[in-house]
Every structure is written in C-alpha cells, then in structure tokens.
C-alpha cells in the first residue's frame, strides 16, 4: 500500500467517523400551533449546531401524555426532549425522572423567567423543565353590557362584585347570560376553574398532613357560590360547558362575562372570529380579600428525560426553543403577536410587544398573581395552583370534578357532592400511603 493510499483511506475513515457522531433528536410534542410553527423554524437551529439533527413526534395532547409517561417511568429512552406540563414537572423531578437544566449557556438568563412560571418548573433550587409558554386565568367581559349595568369593572374585582354584575348583565330574553364559567368534568376543566376559586376562598385540597378538606366550610363556600352564581346568571347546559364551549358562546355575545386561560384573549379580540371583538375589556381573577385570587397557573414545557444519552446536545436544543433570540425569530417570521406568551419578562418590557397585544399587562399581571409553591391561605404540603403535583391527583381531581358537575347539574345537592368528594379523596390519600 502506497503513502497515498493509506492517507486516502485514513481519511475517509475519519468522514465516516464524524458523520456517524452527527446526533439524533427526537423530540414528543403537543399539535398545536406554537409547537407546529417551531418545528418549521428550526433551521435556525441545525444551521447553529450542525452536529445535531432532530426527529419530531407530534402528538395530540392525550396520547402524548400516555406516551411520555409511559417512557419516562421505564426509562424507555424513546425520546431525548419532552414537552410535559406545569403539573408533571414537580412530580417527576422528586421521581428523578428528569435531569436538570443546569447548562443553558451564559446567554440563555434563567432569571428572566417569570417568577411565577419558574417557580412551577423548579425543586430543591434547580430547574427542571423550560417554558415555551405559560398563562394563568382572567375575566373577560363585555365593555358595553357593563355600561348598560351602570357598572365599571375594577382591574381587581372581588367575587361578591363579579356576582353582582353577572345578574344585573343576564337577560334571557335576549340570550345574554352574565357569566360563563367551566362545567365539564375533569382534573384539567371545571376543576382547574374550581380549584384556582377555592384558592381565594381560603379552601384546600389537602391540609399539612394530607387531609383531605372538603368537609370544611370554604369548600361549602365555594360549591355554594358558584352553582348559585350559575343558577342565575350562567347558560343552559353549563355542566357540558368546558373552554371550547364558553369561548364560542362569548365570541357569538351571548357571556356578559367569562372568566378562563389568559391565552384566549388574543380570541375574543379577533375580528375575524368574535362578534364582540372591539368591546371587550380584561380584569385580573377575583378574589374575597384573603391575599389570594382565583386565578391558575400553567405551562407547556420542555424537558430532558433521565433515560437519554443525549442530555447535551437535549439541552443546547431547549436552550434555543425558549430563549430571548427565539422569540424574536418568531416576531421576525410571524410578527410580535404569534410570540409564545407568558414566559420572560423581557418580552413584557418590549414597546413592540406591548403594541401588538393590548391585553399583554393583564396576562403578566395574572401571571405573577399566581404563586405555585404557596397556593393557598392556610399552608399546605403540595405545589400547583390549579392542581396538587401528586400522581393521583389526575384520577382523583377527574372523580371530584364528576361529583362538582353533577352539583352544577341539579343532579346532586352541593353537600351531597362534598362528601362524596370527600370520601372518594380519603380512600385515595389512604391508598397512597399519604394518611393512616
């Protein structure tokens, strides 16, 4: 073998060698329309890091949650990025489920993350999972109805207030019903409205040493309020009603007010889409003087599972999707309002951002209402506002939302509802080894 030959070999061997190092990225996302626009952008991305190719598996938000679960519980190693919500983060951080973002880069400005949002995503100091976007709850309402009232919403509004200005703004005759609220059974519908609502009244789930508290009287307080509240003043049917259902019903002016996820504004103030697109105003969630609103808080993340072999090049990805530089690739190619809301401060500091979202201060000033580590009035032993981070609260919060909804219904009495709530979160907790 000639000299030639053997430097003509060596080299191709080390071609070879250094396509085989390229790594591949699969990444589990949620179908919606900030995740599809990010994977048509990530050029952006494997123009930066060439080494680093990427495979997306884009999944409807049911399956993607069996999906991600069932690989993260066995150490599947199926996917190197996850995109999992506020609620699984605490959850599977304690599992060590997932490895920490500890090497973000110098540029990346952790503390630019709300406080609110950071604090979902954090244990024991670290952060485990980073916010693509995040938003909390408000009330919407009808600017003109409200005058009609001879009433002026206040940016801070009291329960006591919202249910007075919801009776005096129904009129059945002309299909106007003064407030729409959540009424569809589930962890993640009627109970994430009911639950943020409880908050205010000084209710709990669970007390320090994991007692279940609906038979306490913020609980009754609560149950009571909202299905007298929707009795004179909500929609037909309100139990059937979820986010879909009330955001089409505001959009056709038939909710003098509505009281849901922050992210819906940019709806009710489409004109392509909403009747009452130039009359509607924004206040923060209610609350009943005790320190706390009735406002949730939430956020799709993204995270490295514990089971990959690629948590670099895993995380120099997460870096670029949730970054400052992102977002104004996004205003760049789509314009400032399709930006992911509700992340970083900076972006509420921006004049252009400002402009093209008028209800961007009352998102952020929602946001930064919501404080996950401390929920509620009294203290408690668990992290979420709209949840509890504990593994049984999906099938639990399903089962007590049934309960609230048949209440809601007439189906049941509001006692009744309780103390099968009540019943059903006893056996639970005792089950999960929580109380004896």
């Given at each position: 073998?000639?000299?030639?030959?053997?430097?003509?070999?060596?080299?191709?061997?080390?071609?070879?060698?250094?396509?085989?190092?390229?790594?591949?990225?699969?990444?589990?996302?949620?179908?919606?329309?900030?995740?599809?626009?990010?994977?048509?952008?990530?050029?952006?991305?494997?123009?930066?890091?060439?080494?680093?190719?990427?495979?997306?598996?884009?999944?409807?938000?049911?399956?993607?949650?069996?999906?991600?679960?069932?690989?993260?519980?066995?150490?599947?190693?199926?996917?190197?990025?996850?995109?999992?919500?506020?609620?699984?983060?605490?959850?599977?951080?304690?599992?060590?489920?997932?490895?920490?973002?500890?090497?973000?880069?110098?540029?990346?400005?952790?503390?630019?993350?709300?406080?609110?949002?950071?604090?979902?995503?954090?244990?024991?100091?670290?952060?485990?999972?980073?916010?693509?976007?995040?938003?909390?709850?408000?009330?919407?309402?009808?600017?003109?109805?409200?005058?009609?009232?001879?009433?002026?919403?206040?940016?801070?509004?009291?329960?006591?207030?919202?249910?007075?200005?919801?009776?005096?703004?129904?009129?059945?005759?002309a299909g106007i019903n003064g407030i729409c609220l959540r009424g569809k059974a589930g962890w993640g519908e009627n109970m994430a409205f009911l639950t943020a609502m409880s908050n205010s009244f000084g209710?709990?789930?669970?007390?320090?040493?994991?007692?279940?508290?609906?038979?306490?009287?913020?609980?009754?307080?609560?149950?009571?309020?909202?299905?007298?509240?929707?009795?004179?003043?909500?929609?037909?049917?309100?139990?059937?009603?979820?986010?879909?259902?009330?955001?089409?019903?505001?959009?056709?002016?038939?909710?003098?007010?509505?009281?849901?996820?922050?992210?819906?504004?940019?709806?009710?103030?489409?004109?392509?889409?909403?009747?009452?697109?130039?009359?509607v105003g924004y206040a923060l969630a209610p609350d009943k003087g005790l320190g706390k609103r009735g406002n949730w808080l939430w956020a799709w993340t993204l995270a490295v599972p514990a089971g990959t072999q690629k948590a670099e090049a895993a995380?120099?990805?997460?870096?670029?999707?949730?970054?400052?530089?992102?977002?104004?690739?996004?205003?760049?190619?789509?314009?400032?309002?399709?930006?992911?809301?509700?992340?970083?401060?900076?972006?509420?500091?921006?004049?252009?951002?400002?402009?093209?979202?008028?209800?961007?201060?009352?998102?952020?000033?929602?946001?930064?209402?919501?404080?996950?580590?401390?929920?509620?009035?009294?203290?408690?032993?668990?992290?979420?506002?709209?949840?509890?981070?504990?593994?049984?609260?999906?099938?639990?919060?399903?089962?007590?939302?049934?309960?609230?909804?048949?209440?809601?219904?007439?189906?049941?009495?509001?006692?009744?509802?309780?103390?099968?709530?009540?019943?059903?979160?006893?056996?639970?907790?005792?089950?999960?080894?929580?109380?004896?």
């Amino acid at each position: 073998m000639t000299l030639k030959t053997f430097l003509l070999g060596a080299c191709s061997l080390l071609a070879l060698s250094g396509i085989a190092s390229a790594e591949t990225l699969t990444i589990a996302t949620v179908n919606n329309g900030d995740m599809v626009r990010m994977q048509k952008l990530t050029d952006d991305f494997t123009k930066k890091n060439p080494g680093i190719e990427l495979k997306w598996v884009t999944l409807e938000e049911n399956v993607l949650r069996e999906r991600v679960t069932t690989d993260i519980a066995t150490k599947g190693g199926q996917y190197d990025v996850m995109t999992i919500g506020t609620y699984e983060v605490p959850i599977w951080a304690k599992q060590n489920w997932l490895l920490p973002l500890d090497k973000l880069g110098d540029n990346y400005d952790v503390n630019d993350i709300l406080p609110a949002i950071r604090g979902g995503l954090s244990a024991d100091g670290k952060l485990y999972a980073a916010p693509f976007y995040g938003e909390s709850s408000m009330v919407m309402y009808r600017k003109d109805l409200m005058d009609k009232a001879g009433l002026k919403m206040p940016d801070a509004p009291t329960w006591d207030f919202v249910a007075d200005a919801a009776r005096k703004m129904t009129d059945r005759s002309a299909g106007i019903n003064g407030i729409c609220l959540r009424g569809k059974a589930g962890w993640g519908e009627n109970m994430a409205f009911l639950t943020a609502m409880s908050n205010s009244f000084g209710a709990r789930w669970f007390d320090e040493k994991w007692k279940p508290q609906f038979d306490q009287p913020e609980w009754k307080e609560t149950l009571d309020f909202y299905v007298k509240l929707m009795k004179d003043a909500g929609p037909q049917g309100a139990s059937s009603n979820g986010f879909n259902e009330n955001l089409a019903l505001f959009q056709q002016g038939k909710c003098g007010m509505w009281i849901d996820a922050t992210v819906a504004a940019s709806f009710v103030s489409d004109p392509k889409n909403s009747t009452v697109a130039d009359k509607v105003g924004y206040a923060l969630a209610p609350d009943k003087g005790l320190g706390k609103r009735g406002n949730w808080l939430w956020a799709w993340t993204l995270a490295v599972p514990a089971g990959t072999q690629k948590a670099e090049a895993a995380e120099k990805f997460i870096a670029w999707a949730t970054s400052k530089d992102y977002l104004k690739l996004v205003a760049d190619k789509e314009g400032w309002a399709n930006v992911p809301p509700g992340t970083r401060q900076s972006l509420y500091d921006n004049a252009e951002y400002q402009k093209a979202a008028p209800f961007a201060k009352m998102t952020l000033d929602s946001i930064n209402a919501a404080d996950p580590t401390k929920p509620t009035v009294k203290p408690v032993p668990y992290v979420g506002v709209q949840f509890v981070a504990i593994p049984e609260f999906q099938g639990l919060g399903t089962t007590v939302g049934q309960l609230f909804s048949a209440a809601l219904a007439g189906q049941t009495s509001v006692d009744d509802a309780l103390k099968q709530a009540q019943d059903a979160a006893t056996a639970t907790m005792t089950e999960g080894g929580y109380i004896q």
